[in-house]
């Protein structure tokens, strides 16, 4: 099979073409080298790659494999790993000019989990500094672009990893979610990525930051590879407080089964938000896919109050407790990017107070969204108020008009996926946000499922050849 059309394979044919052995993980590993050789140069996605590492992990998966012993479910399958999450011996800089020779001694549990399962990490990928931007650029490793207009930006935090499964450098991505990390480059980039339930994946070691906000999660083309990575990353841990029990259930299995039958929620803007026409226009035409495959679709709001400022106090605050232990503000102010800079300054204004309001209001968030989805399986909205922002932006509050519908569902822990929607005239990526019940992926993964048998979207490539 010629390397390119390895590139674009999907993680779960992968893993079976390897298992009958009409593949071998040398060859796969050693065709998405070369494609990130070719690639990776005009958008910036990996920042550290571990090829030597990656075709020895290969070799030692074929061995395996033809001594015919117990193989696990990604054995073979290349996965990228983002520079926020610890990689024990790989250089982890959470794009900070602070950590930028910052090598962990031990993997973090999900990679961990990724490793035992045979996927092959092939390296790190770019993220804002401590992923604080929706634009993924550093001063220490440069701009990552959008591979749909290079003009554009692929979104944050995650948008090297979002970016990377989209041009075909590795069908598998790791990435996380505070404030939209995974879900918003997903929409940038045309692919699929969900934030589990908060807890799913358990955060162990990490750098404290957002500890009460952050989702671990999968990026992919496919819903299926991403329910198969899910799977295999999800379960509790001791390192992890917020971890929550396994689900009992394969998010691999359920997938079929369709919406007939489900009472679905759509809002076009959440009561409060303002959203770009054309993407209002896509996303609509999305839900009402939704209709013609059977479930019930009605207009609804969960009565939502705009939650920017509480979740500003709670990120901000816990990002500050985090920067404070490099130094005084004063002395690695210099390191920094300037959005990170300005959190030293204003976050050490937050009050007690107001930190203990914000959880009072996220709690009020999450008391709302339990009641209003005692009368709903899912609620959808677009995923984005606007189409993907330009490599250049940089006003700091101007990136909230595009986080209307995001923030809310970092605040109530709850899991929320990002379909590909539809292109704009411009040939932009939109996605659709299909938000579930508490603990729930797995209705969120069966109506993801149902929309990409309708409406495919894995056999769209960037004009990047």
Request: aromatic content about 8%; charged content about 20%; some cysteine.
């Amino acid at each position: 099979m010629e390397s390119h059309e390895i590139c674009w394979m999907n993680a779960v044919d992968l893993a079976g073409e390897i298992r009958a052995k009409k593949l071998s993980p040398v060859e796969v590993v050693r065709g998405v080298l070369e494609r990130i050789e070719a690639i990776n140069p005009k958008i910036n996605a990996y920042v550290t790659l571990t090829a030597d590492a990656a075709l020895d992990a290969a070799k030692k998966a074929e061995a395996a494999l033809m001594e015919g012993g117990e193989l696990g479910p990604l054995h073979g399958v290349p996965v990228s790993i983002k520079d926020l999450v610890f990689t024990k011996g790989v250089r982890t800089t959470m794009g900070s000019k602070l950590l930028k020779d910052f090598v962990p001694e031990e993997d973090a549990v999900l990679v961990t989990r990724l490793k035992k399962a045979g996927a092959i990490m092939l390296g790190k990928t770019n993220t804002p500094e401590f992923g604080l931007k929706m634009l993924t650029d550093t001063r220490l490793f440069g701009i990552t672009r959008n591979p749909w207009n290079l003009r554009m930006s692929p979104g944050g935090s995650s948008g090297g990893a979002a970016a990377a499964v989209a041009t075909g450098l590795g069908p598998l991505a790791a990435g996380n979610d505070g404030g939209g990390s995974i879900r918003i480059p997903s929409s940038c980039c045309g692919v699929f990525g969900i934030k589990p339930q908060l807890g799913r994946v358990p955060r162990y070691p990490i750098f404290h930051g957002a500890e009460i906000l952050t989702h671990e999660g999968p990026i992919a083309r496919t819903v299926r590879d991403a329910a198969l990575m899910l799977d295999v990353m999800a379960g509790p841990h001791w390192g992890d407080v917020y971890s929550i029990p396994a689900p009992g259930i394969s998010f691999a299995e359920s997938l079929e089964g369709g919406v007939k039958g489900m009472k679905i929620a759509w809002s076009h803007d959440l009561g409060y938000a303002e959203v770009d026409p054309e993407v209002r226009k896509i996303c609509e035409r999305a839900a009402k896919e939704f209709s013609q495959m059977g479930a019930e679709v009605e207009e609804a709001h969960p009565g939502f109050d705009n939650p920017e400022a509480y979740h500003a106090v709670l990120y901000v605050a816990d990002h500050l407790a985090v920067l404070s232990s490099f130094g005084p503000p004063d002395e690695i102010a210099s390191e920094l990017d300037p959005l990170t800079a300005t959190i030293l300054f204003v976050g050490g204004e937050i009050r007690a107070t107001e930190y203990a309001k914000a959880m009072f209001a996220r709690q009020e968030l999450a008391v709302k969204a339990g009641k209003f989805f005692q009368d709903y399986d899912l609620l959808l909205t677009p995923t984005l108020a606007a189409p993907p922002p330009p490599v250049d932006f940089t006003d700091p509050a101007g990136f909230l008009k595009w986080l209307p519908f995001i923030l809310v569902f970092s605040l109530t822990g709850q899991p929320a996926a990002s379909v590909p929607a539809g292109w704009t005239e411009d040939g932009l990526p939109v996605g659709l946000q299909i938000v579930g019940r508490p603990y729930d992926e797995a209705t969120v993964f069966r109506a993801a499922a149902a929309f990409e048998e309708a409406c495919p979207w894995a056999h769209k490539r960037p004009p990047l050849e």
